[in-house]
Every structure is written in structure tokens, then in C-alpha cells.
């Protein structure tokens, strides 16, 4: 997956429907200048907002990360290495801690987006929190993860999983010093 596709696709999506920036602005409540790190940047926002720009797109949030297009099942093997797309918090770089493989970027009008996600230690100390509508599904392969959701916290070890409504502030991070690896699968409704 290529980073700058996604500001690319946002574009033609736009001109395709004849949307101006501001439009996108009165839309979906970020800034013009949220918006145009969005499509300019190299690293690709937190999934909130790119959800708010799918949403006043009228498109799902796979649009930005789909790859070529497959109609049948789609197998990710586990010798294919994809491009990661590092995540950062709207204006911010603090969650950029985190590496997004896409698993089924192929896989058309999918409505999961099933992700391996590296973690790694953050030096942050604001952390910044993720909203959105729809669920996530977390299952953690090594280390610990720490999952900060609403005024709960929860750490989990290998082998634990969470389901939550991503509507509620969370934000995932390592629980300590060392990386961590998950499968996360998010759903968010058109």
C-alpha cells in the first residue's frame, strides 16, 4: 500500500463528485488543515478522521487502502511483506508508533478491515485518543498491549482479545518498554 495513494484517491474522489476542500470541511467537521495533511502527507491519520472523510465521500473506509481488486476470496500469505502505513493522531505525529498491514486490501466491498499491527514503545506523552463509529476487534500475537478505552484501562498478554464500540475514546498502545504485535479487525458502517 502506497501512502500517497490515499491523498490521491480523495482527490479524484472529490472531483469526481465535484466537492471542494471546503466542502469536505463543512462535511466532516476537521479542518482545512487536517484535511490537507491528510492528502499530502506521507503518514496517514488516525482512522477517525480518514472514516469522517470516507463517510462525506460516501465511500468505505477500504476505498483509501484497496489495492487491486479481487472478487473472490482473497489469501494473504504469511511470506507476503506489504508496504506498512504508519497511523498518527489528526495534526499529530504521537500514536505514529503504530504499523498497519493491511490483510485483505484486495478483497472489494469488504466491510472489516483486518489489519497486523506492529506496536512499538512510544516516547509520547500526550497521547492522543481515537472516536469513531463502528467496533474493533483486538487479538494480541506477542507482547502486551495496554488498551486505554473510555476511563478503563486493560492490558492483555498473548492469547487475549477485545471486542469494543470504537464510538468511545481508545487508544492502543505497548504496555511497556518492548514492541507488541496484534490482529485487529475494525468494522465501520457506511
Avoid: W
Avoid at 482545512?32 to 465521500?57: F, G, M, Y
Avoid at 504499523?99 to 516516547?123: G, V
Amino acid at each position: 500500500m502506497e501512502k500517497k495513494n490515499i491523498g490521491e484517491k480523495i482527490l479524484a474522489l472529490c472531483n469526481s463528485r465535484n466537492l471542494s476542500i471546503q466542502d469536505l470541511v463543512d462535511t466532516t467537521g476537521l479542518s482545512e488543515v487536517q484535511i490537507n495533511r491528510v492528502i499530502e502527507s506521507e503518514t496517514i491519520p488516525s482512522l477517525a478522521p480518514l472514516i469522517k472523510i470516507a463517510r462525506a465521500l460516501g465511500v468505505r473506509l477500504g476505498t483509501f487502502l484497496d489495492d487491486a481488486e479481487e472478487l473472490g476470496p482473497v489469501v494473504h500469505r504469511s511470506g507476503e511483506v506489504h508496504q506498512p502505513a504508519s497511523f498518527s493522531s489528526q495534526l499529530s505525529d504521537a500514536n505514529s508508533h503504530l504499523d498497519f498491514y493491511a490483510l485483505a486490501s484486495r478483497k472489494t466491498n469488504r466491510h472489516m478491515e483486518p489489519f497486523f499491527i506492529d506496536i512499538q514503545p512510544s516516547s509520547t506523552h500526550e497521547p492522543i485518543f481515537s472516536s469513531h463509529e463502528g467496533e474493533e476487534f483486538i487479538f494480541v500475537l506477542e507482547g502486551t498491549a495496554k488498551i486505554d478505552y473510555g476511563n478503563q484501562t486493560f492490558f492483555l498478554h498473548p492469547g487475549d482479545s477485545i471486542y469494543y464500540d470504537s464510538i468511545i475514546n481508545h487508544l492502543v498502545s505497548s504496555a511497556d518498554e518492548k514492541p507488541a504485535k496484534i490482529l485487529a479487525v475494525v468494522y465501520t458502517p457506511l
